[in-house]
């Protein structure tokens, strides 16, 4: 692995189904986020975690959860998905939560 | 409040200058970040301005004025390869990024 991954790389889901994006960094990075990207809009902060074991809530952060158990893992999991939870969904990392982030190729998740 | 904007959409030519402007309004700043973002794919980070001034980085340069709340990119020998999204983003009091809509650069040759 070098850098982050995410998977799966797209996804189609029925609405009401329960889906858990996966995030992986090997740089040994303090600081990491989830963010969504809709046609039209900035990126959006949905949860970040600045440190492993703590979590915090951003921008849009209905309908997610995060789970911080090591440095390493990030999962973003949807409880039960609704159509408007269709975009591009991107894990990012950076050094520490004042330090450049680094993104993740991405997730197209689309909610039927 | 806070809010940050950038034009939709600009068309250059290859070999050209062009100028990528971002405005953003905040009560808390530390710093302003750009990015690069080719359709399909992730932002990759290009330049970071936390001081008034241009930060030069080969073909890309980089400006901020924090009392306008003002910075623009600065890209010169267009290549088609610079076709892409270019996003702003200021850090703000929370060291959260918020984040400008993109511009889409559309390089003719």
């Known amino acids: 692995i070098a850098g982050i991954t995410q998977a799966p790389t797209s996804q189609i889901l029925a609405a009401g189904r329960r889906m858990t994006l996966r995030c992986t960094q090997d740089?040994?990075?303090?600081?990491m986020y989830w963010y969504r990207q809709d046609l039209g809009l900035g990126l959006r902060l949905i949860h970040y975690s600045n440190t492993a074991g703590t979590t915090g809530k951003g921008e849009v952060p209905d309908g997610y959860s995060v789970s911080r158990a090591n440095t390493d893992d990030f999962p973003l999991t949807l409880a039960s998905a609704v159509p408007s939870q269709t975009s591009v969904y991107f894990c990012a990392s950076s050094g520490t939560d004042t330090d450049t982030q680094y993104f993740g190729p991405g997730t197209r998740l689309t909610v039927l | 409040g806070q809010n940050i904007d950038q034009p939709t959409e600009m068309t250059a030519t290859e070999g050209a200058i062009v100028q990528i402007n971002c405005t953003y309004q905040?009560?808390?700043?530390?710093?302003l970040f750009w990015y690069q973002q080719h359709a399909g794919e992730a932002p990759t980070f290009l330049s970071y301005?936390?001081l008034d001034g241009l930060e030069e980085k080969g073909r890309f340069s980089s400006f901020l004025s924090r009392s306008k709340g003002y910075s623009y990119l600065l890209l010169k020998e267009l290549q088609m390869k610079d076709s892409a999204s270019y996003l702003c983003a200021f850090m703000d009091s929370n060291y959260q990024l918020i984040w400008g809509a993109g511009t889409k650069l559309i390089i003719k040759p």
């Open positions: 740089m040994r990075h303090n600081a």
């Open positions: 301005n936390v």
């Open positions: 905040t009560s808390g700043f530390n710093g």
